[in-house]
DNA sequence: CGGCAAATTGAGGAAAGTCAATCATAGTGG
DNA sequence: CCACTATGATTGACTTTCCTCAATTTGCCG
């Protein structure tokens, strides 16, 4: 809750735990359908590929950008963890998202033409970079990449609205870890053990607890044999007793379960 | 926190207490700059009224949607008051956002196609219909209507994300108070003095709050004499002690500030 | 091996929630 | 026209959840 303005000083060495599947595919990003619109065709597809740029991976606490900058480009993840988060006047910062593989950072930044929040590497990381305005202007010309886009900036709408709800801390923790597993399951992960990019004070802070409180409810979870954590590793023993604590809205529904 | 079913059964008379000024405007909206881009020409803007329905008045509890309608429109808001929510499987009411006249209502519906909110309305109100389809068409031709459609997307994102914070009840209070003066302002009604279209039980639960602490906050509030209260009548009588109470990231920035 | 940061665990306290009673207002019907 | 009733708002008393503070413990990296 404190030291968010370290850059670099890595500490854990962070690799995803199983194997990724491949997608059809940007030859650039390596990320499948989860950046590029399904229904685009190939010549179309080679258009997008054309304006993304591949960039050097960032460290660990290395920022991709922060509060200020002017908005130029957004960002995919090619690998690696993202923390998005704001920092209040009162020097409080609060966590707004993780970011994994295959998802968009930058997008509340369109409103005011300036970043409103920080982008942090969680491990080393790597990001796509595409030039804003290369974006919309391929998307005069793509109907299918303006509609993506569109879906893609209603999806973060989903996800923060899903993260809104006032809920208990056992039933957040359980939104959290079933969302990530989501998440890894729709990029070609395990859905059932995975490690967390993130420490203790950000899941704490994103799930507006304390830290102790997140340890207290992993600890709980564990003994009701639902979870079995062992540091920076989760897996997930008990999904549907998961699903029930968290308010079982989460079986068909991707997005729901906050991100 | 029980009846949202209700159909009708106005209770309040919901008249805006001060008078709006004019903007530049769509002819059928009588919205102005906040529904049109202000950079669009009058040829465009000729274009965009032609998708523009205008629909009759809905009554107080009416809904204008529901979580599984298909999704194919959005609306703009023309006059009252919208709040959005959704149930959980526990039968929990969580209001995600309330919309005044000149916003954007159902985008979060994009990403799935299906609405996975309801939309009700506070107090008689109407609105502006718009076939998705037609605005997807439209943005193809119109370079400025997508960038005002990433815009207003990006816009929710912001608003939502400020929303998320892990805030105290006299703060997120402040917030939102101040959050209702600018936008009223920006649609040329008065920022001291307003009336809350949304009863106490709305307010709380939008804030994560018990309907008991939203009043004793205003009452609190009032003792301070930072505000006015009488029933739904607030007048703002110390704006610069709630901004400083709301963490005061919000006199520049219009966006921040829950909702 | 030492030192540091992160995580865990325990004890006590505070903010907000719940339950319950009262008050006020607006709409209803005699 | 006014009493009556229902609904929303307020206020008070008590409870609960989660936070804060503090003390360890654990694991990691030089």
Redesign the pocket.
Known sequence: MS?QHRIGGN???QKPVLTPVSHVACSKCGLGKLCIPASMDAPDVSKLEMIVHKSRPLQSGEFLYRVGDRFADIYAVRSGCFKTFVVDAAGREQVLGFHLPGELLGLEAIYQGINISNAEALGTSSVCRLHYDDVTRLSQQVPELQAHMFRLLSQRISELSAAAADH???ERMAEFLLSLAARFKERGYSSKEFNLAM???DIANYL?????????V??RFQKKKLIR?E??LVELLDKDALSRLAGSTNESNTTLGAL
């Not at 507006?208 to 207290?216: W, Y």
Request: hydrophobic share 35%.
């Open positions: 030291d500490k854990q060495s208990t801390a056992d420490s203790r004070a507006r607890l304390a830290t102790e409180t997140v340890s207290r992993l600890a954590v540091r920076k």
